[in-house]
């Protein structure tokens, strides 16, 4: 392992610490923190699109890559609103940045030493059966 993988796998290692139960967070304590920010996430994007009467369903897919900003990647009988009400909504950008850390996190840490590829993309699929997250390696298409 080189000498950056080792600083990363010793910094998660105090992070979430040892096998043998160290007094660090447990991997458990960051998935479940991860879910329930993704839950308030799911309730705020809910709620101002509500006030817009932009309705899920059909299912709203949001995505962040490195190379573009946060966009909507679904199609959606109200594709343009959604797009209209994305742009420039700081809040949203930044806690969607804020959930997509804390997966981060559990996905680096679940898969020690593992080199994930550059264009692997974050989404959040708002389905009318809840929120789910998961990473996606493509490229991504500013909107």
């Known amino acids: 392992m080189h000498a950056e993988g080792y600083a990363v796998t010793s910094a998660l290692a105090r992070l979430f610490g040892t096998a043998n139960g160290g007094e660090a967070l447990p991997l458990s304590g960051i998935r479940e923190r991860a879910m329930r920010e993704l839950s308030q996430f799911?309730?705020?994007?809910?709620?101002e699109l509500a006030r817009l009467n932009?309705?899920?369903?059909?299912?709203?897919s949001l995505v962040s890559c490195s190379d573009c900003q946060l966009s909507l990647e679904s199609e959606?009988?109200?594709?343009?609103?959604?797009l209209a009400w994305l742009?420039?909504?700081?809040?949203?950008?930044?806690?969607?940045k804020e959930v997509e850390v804390?997966?981060?996190?559990?996905r680096a840490t679940e898969n020690l030493g593992v080199t994930f590829a550059e264009d692997s993309c974050f989404h959040i699929g708002l389905t009318s059966a809840g929120p789910i997250a998961y990473f996606q390696d493509h490229q991504c298409t500013p909107q």
Do not use: M
């Open 42 to 47: 799911s309730a705020i994007v809910r709620e």
């Open 87 to 96: 742009d420039g909504n700081d809040r949203v950008a930044k806690y969607f």
């Open 54 to 60: 932009i309705s899920i369903p059909p299912a709203i």
């Open 76 to 82: 959606h009988p109200q594709r343009d609103r959604i």
């Open 102 to 106: 804390l997966f981060e996190v559990v």
